[in-house]
């Protein structure tokens, strides 16, 4: 839909920067629908009774903007905080821009190993603290943590044994190719680091703590706005340099999210 809505193909009308607007609505549509259909194929409505409760129960309702209403604030304020730094790229210039633009490409086309898994940790460390094996929670979260960051490795030989060759793509010439690889270099940690720090994160959320999510959360954005603003806009320093916060970004959260769980208190969290 993108490629017929933006251009103009196949008999559609050309919406340019409108079309990816339509084209986005058509396909959180089509996921509905496929949802629904998957749901009554594999007979999971009639396994957890989707559909034989109508009537609106508020206490159940209650429950879940109470758990959700931190997570919202969390996502919400995570996008905030890249809004941010891209304000103060664009003021290095056009070029700083167009290469930032293309490392947030990278990083979401490959973060995706990485948020299949974080997500994983939170299903299933809810599912097993809801058996009561609270004591399964830890080995299952190295477990996947050891899985996440395999691939990640993987992708960092990748991206750093040819990191030109994906920059190509973007056919914006040699000059933006020498620029943008020791950027390629520095989001290739920084895919190792969140590899590692959204599974403790989701595993935290896993356990029900959405408070702690946020709490997690605000703490390091904060930390990660405050080195943006210093390097980029302050101190006046390289791009490269501004991409260092996703080093800042991960390792905070990891530490905070890591020594939460370690230290047990989600154990005693009743919903």
Known sequence: MDYTLIYGKLGFPALGFNGAAYASIVAEGAGLLVIYLVIHKKNIHKTFAFFEQTNIDFSVMKLILTISTPLILQ????????EFFYILIEHHGPRALAISNTMRNIFGLF??????????????????????????????????VQLSLGISLFIFVLLNS?????????GQGDAFIAEAIPIVRIVSVALLLMS???????????????????????????????????????????IAWGW??????????????????????WRDKQI
């Open 75 to 82: 996502f919400a304020i995570s996008i905030m905080s890249w």
């Open 196 to 238: 590692v720090g959204t599974i403790w994160l989701n595993a935290v959320t896993g356990t029900g703590n959405s408070r702690v999510n946020l709490l997690i959360e605000f703490i390091t954005i904060v930390i990660y706005c405050v080195y943006v603003y210093f390097v980029l806009e302050r101190w006046n320093l390289s």
């Open 111 to 144: 973060g995706v190993f990485c948020w299949a898994f974080a997500a994983t940790a939170n299903t299933m460390v809810s599912n097993i603290i809801g058996q009561g094996r609270q004591d399964e929670v830890m080995p299952l979260i190295k477990r996947i």
């Open 162 to 170: 040819v990191p030109a060759l994906f920059l190509q793509i973007y």
């Open 244 to 265: 260092g916060s996703e080093w800042v970004y991960w390792l905070s959260m990891f530490t905070m999210a890591y020594f939460y769980m370690k230290s047990g208190k």
